[in-house]
């Protein structure tokens, strides 16, 4: 199968049976998402999920979390992964956002990865779901993904290189959802170890598949 018609096949199914996939964080302002998709880092979605009411109700805006201090933001996420970390780099951003964005979460991935603990994944993700802008994030989830299918050759090494496979073969229109169908696939049926290929509806197009029933054979 063609590399072109296996991601018409993928984009076929998934405009089909999930047309509006969205995150799992919750969140109610592009502030929360920023703070929450920080937190997600190494972390599951379920996680962030239960700090975050507490830690939006005392920080709830960019101002708020500004003026405290790590050591104060630490008590309410010290159970998500490297709690020390992300409260250094929650308060950064907190006051990176008052001094330089006037408390609003800027659009362009180059500002947003000069916030504090905001990587490339992190700014595409903000700008895809808040923005709405043709931007794919490539977690340890979609780099999964991708090679398995094979929306990504294996000299795709970086989640960079998948990034450029999947943006030059996904319209631009659909990206921000494809963002979602990825992670979401990789989080319950393409998993890391002993994948659900008895429930994966994507078999019929999956290259990890089709190799695994030939070692069958």
């Known amino acids: 199968m063609f590399k072109k018609e296996r991601y018409r096949l993928l984009i076929d199914y998934f405009t089909t049976h999930f047309p509006e996939p969205e995150t799992e964080l919750n969140y109610h302002s592009p502030y929360e998402l920023l703070i929450s998709v920080i937190l997600s880092a190494q972390c599951t979605d379920k996680r962030v999920n239960l700090v975050t009411p507490a830690l939006f109700d005392r920080f709830p805006d960019p101002a708020a979390l500004a003026a405290s201090d790590a050591e104060e933001v630490f008590a309410y996420i010290r159970s998500v992964s490297y709690p020390n970390n992300k409260s250094r780099h929650l308060v950064g951003t907190g006051r990176m956002l008052v001094a ?91 998993v890391a170890r002993s994948p659900k290929c008895h429930e994966c509806a994507l078999t019929h197009l999956c290259k990890y598949y089709e190799k695994a029933q030939r070692a069958k054979k």
Request: hydrophobic content about 45%.
């Open 100 to 190: 330089e964005f006037n408390s609003e979460v800027p659009s362009q991935v180059d500002e947003l990865q000069k916030l504090p603990g905001v990587g490339r994944k992190t700014a595409n993700v903000i700008a895809s779901v808040v923005f709405n802008q043709s931007t794919m994030a490539v977690d340890t989830h979609v780099f999964r993904v991708s090679h398995r299918i094979g929306l990504a050759p294996l000299t795709a090494t970086t989640p960079l290189a998948v990034e450029k496979n999947l943006i030059a073969n996904i319209p631009q229109a659909l990206v921000p959802k494809a963002h979602h169908w990825l992670i979401l696939h990789g989080r319950y049926i393409c």
